[in-house]
């Protein structure tokens, strides 16, 4: 087993999550590992950065399969014996003229922007080493989302004691609701995206509450946070940022110096806390 540090990046073959990649290839003291649901996607960027001279290794990821997830876990524990930097990246989206029925879109970005990012931190959160670092990607759309909510909602996602068994419980509502086409009426905003990565921010929340209850002495930092509106295949190209520009924020966090108090469950743009 290695004593190299390591950081690892989710959906990181393309966009925010390939410039995440490629600036800790650039900056951090370790090995970096770029993670891609498709392996021949990913190889090739791996090829790419190392055409650029910089060293990433691969290691194939699908957050939506519990025993991929885990495969990356037994990787990790009997490689390096841990982790050092988890960027929790991948996330889709679907088109605005997609004409996928809602109820569907809300099912399937849910399970891949919620339950995916909860699936991952359940398996690598135990392995993060004293003073790791975790990056949840989410989006200024949650809290924009957020404010869509009806009041009683609003309340439930800014608790500070909403625990993780009651936000599932919430993100499930949410798809039920718009298969039986009760959201809007249930206090639900009509943006499966922006519920899901609601679900993203309030996680990390809870997440951290849980590090700082039960690691103390570690001094993990977790934290969501939010790219900006960046030009990916996800956002198109009129957005407003360069992959580059999207990936600040992130490697912000990720690179968080050793002495660091904070910030720590917070949800963060531009490197500033935003309140939630």
Known sequence: MSCTRVALVTGANKGIGFAITRELCRRFPGDVVLTARDEARGRAAVQQL????????????????????????????????????????????????????????????MKTN???TRDVCTELLPLMKPQGRVVNVSSMVSLSSLKRCSPELQQKFRSETITEEELVGLMNKFVEDTKNKVHEKEGWPNTAYGVSKIGVTVLSRIQARKLSEERRGDKILLNACCPGWVRTDMAGPSATKSPEEGAETPVYLALLP?????????????KRVEQW
């Open 114 to 116: 919620f339950f995916g």
């Open 258 to 270: 050793a002495n660091a108090e904070g910030p720590h469950g917070q949800f963060v743009q531009e």
């Open 50 to 109: 190392q055409a650029e001279g910089l060293s990433p290794r691969f290691h194939q990821l699908d957050v939506d399969d519990l025993q991929s997830i885990r495969a990356l876990r037994d990787f990790l524990r009997r490689e390096y014996g841990g982790l050092d930097v988890l960027v929790n990246n991948a996330g889709i989206a679907f088109k605005m003229a997609d004409p996928t029925p809602f109820h569907i879109q809300a099912e399937v970005t």
